[in-house]
């Protein structure tokens, strides 16, 4: 790192007296008449205080020292780390979309509406099901709001149903939605090659069972082959199948979720239908239900009348709103224009090429990492380091960390749960072969070396080792100066 660039914070940067450029008059305006008294602050706020070429610096250092899908590789598995098209980005800021308020009466936003009620049709028709909800904010908000439909589809039916039932290699927000929606969460275990275990699948279905949740393909890439006759065996005791759809990004315009036995899924439209994302935000999870599931969904549905969009909330059964207004627009928006510029077969093709991607990268590391599941993957596969863990001490997140040293974002490390010091690597259908091949290579090379430079990696970045932990035991949210 070169020395001029500061890993300080802005208000160790400060210097008193230091100052912006100002135009005369422009920014004198003393607002501070027009605020009660006994709203002032007593001082002035201790604000840094810097110039102008030093807060340019600042930022443009700091944001030159991440790893993003722009700058690195990024096989992060389950996440779909894939190419965010500029072309959206400049779509999404015409003034026709960017200008709109939400509050505005439906009259004056009919293009917009039209929009979002054509996204809501794409959806449900590669999901194979009926209609759409665009609301939810992320892949979890859509499981929980999904589960309060079923809940509130049960209630209306006068059913008693207390129980999810959720396969051992899902993922972490399952659960966690299926408890927030007032179910017992029920584990149900997978076989050595990764599929539901149906023996235990079987012993823990009965008519308790209001939801089956199942990721298909599931975290390690597989696709579960007896999906149809498990979709069949819930609904034959009165149950749902919720369908994450985390992994749709391998079955995009080839296999509909609705044909094989869901009743129900949410998309990550970040994820499958590259909305920019990473660092926790900003998601879309929108969900796709059967027609029987419809009048529960939430208000205000996008409703087309007598030629005219409206935003319709007189809907009794609906669960009622998720959110404020009508979903992460900005994401929505670029999910509808790769919908829209790639089509019915671009879309097949789009999930062709990840599945080929995938195994490429996999065949090029086969033989030199353990893999977990059979060799059938489709857009993501998963390497398990257990057998390097045990004999030269070195963890799936030592290696994770060293390929930071070479300029690769980490894939997925202990996800998914089942599958001990795992390594799950999802290339996404954007990466070129050469990309692959260097990657592989070099993943090979650091299993190679010796392990003390793996546990003490990364050696090349300014921060090493945090403490892993230490940030969500012993949050510090605000800066207190002097
Ligand atoms: C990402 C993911 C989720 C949660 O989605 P968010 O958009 O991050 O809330 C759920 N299930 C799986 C398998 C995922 O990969």
């Not at 205000?300 to 959110?323: F, M, N, Q, T």
């Amino acid at each position: 790192m070169n020395k001029n660039q500061s890993t300080g914070l802005l208000f160790e940067l400060s210097r008193a007296g230091r100052r912006c450029h100002q135009i005369d008059g422009v920014l004198r305006n003393d607002a501070s008449h027009a605020i009660p008294q006994r709203f002032l602050a007593d001082a002035p706020v201790p604000l840094p205080e810097l110039g102008e070429l030093d807060i340019v610096r600042h930022y443009t250092n700091l944001s030159s020292r991440n790893m993003a899908i722009d700058t690195h590789f990024y096989p992060l598995g389950s996440c779909t780390m894939k190419y965010n098209p500029k072309r959206h980005e400049r779509m999404v800021s015409d003034h026709h979309f960017a200008d709109l308020h939400p509050l505005q009466p439906a009259s004056t936003c009919q293009g917009m509406l039209s929009v979002l009620h054509e996204m809501e049709m794409m959806l449900a028709e590669i999901a194979g099901l009926h209609a759409c909800s665009l609301q939810p904010s992320a892949g979890a908000q859509g499981e929980l709001t999904a589960l309060l439909v079923a809940a509130a589809y049960f209630r209306h039916r006068g059913e008693h149903r207390t129980k999810v039932l959720i396969p051992d290699s899902a993922h972490g927000t399952n659960p966690a939605s299926a408890v927030l929606a007032g179910f017992e969460a029920v584990t149900v275990k997978s076989t050595p090659d990764g599929m539901v275990d149906i023996e235990d699948f079987t012993r823990k279905l009965d008519d308790s069972i209001a939801v089956f949740m199942i990721t298909n393909p599931n975290t390690l890439g597989l696709f579960e082959g007896q999906i149809t006759r498990i979709a069949d065996m819930v609904h034959a005791r009165g149950g749902l199948v919720y369908l994450d759809g985390a992994n749709m990004n391998a079955i995009l315009g080839i296999a509909r979720p609705g044909d094989f036995g869901a009743d129900m899924m949410h998309y990550n439209v970040h994820k499958t239908f590259t909305g920019p994302h990473g660092a926790g935000g900003p998601g879309s999870g929108p969900i796709a239900v059967r027609s029987m599931l419809e009048p529960f969904l939430p208000v205000p549905r996008v409703v087309k009348r007598d030629g005219h969009y409206i935003l319709a909330d007189e809907r009794p059964l609906s669960i009622g709103r998720v959110r404020s207004f009508h979903g992460n627009i900005g994401v929505l928006l670029r999910g509808y224009f790769y919908i829209r510029t790639l089509g019915p077969e671009g879309l097949a093709n789009v999930s062709r090429h990840a599945v080929l991607n995938a195994r490429y990268l996999r065949s090029l590391l086969l033989g030199k990492l353990d893999m977990a599941g059979s060799d059938n993957c489709l857009h993501e596969f998963v390497a398990s380091l257990k057998n390097l863990r045990r004999e030269r001490r070195v963890s799936a997140m030592d290696v994770a960390k060293r390929l930071l040293d070479y300029g690769y974002h980490a894939p997925t490390v202990y996800f998914p749960l089942v599958v001990p010091e795992a390594l799950m690597m999802e290339p996404t259908e954007t990466e070129g072969p050469e990309t692959l091949e260097a990657f592989a290579e070099t993943l090979i090379k650091i299993l190679g070396e010796d392990p003390e430079m793996l546990r003490t990696a990364p050696h090349t970045l300014s921060i090493s080792r945090p403490d892993e932990v230490k940030a969500t035991k012993e949050p510090v949210l605000r800066w207190i100066a002097g």
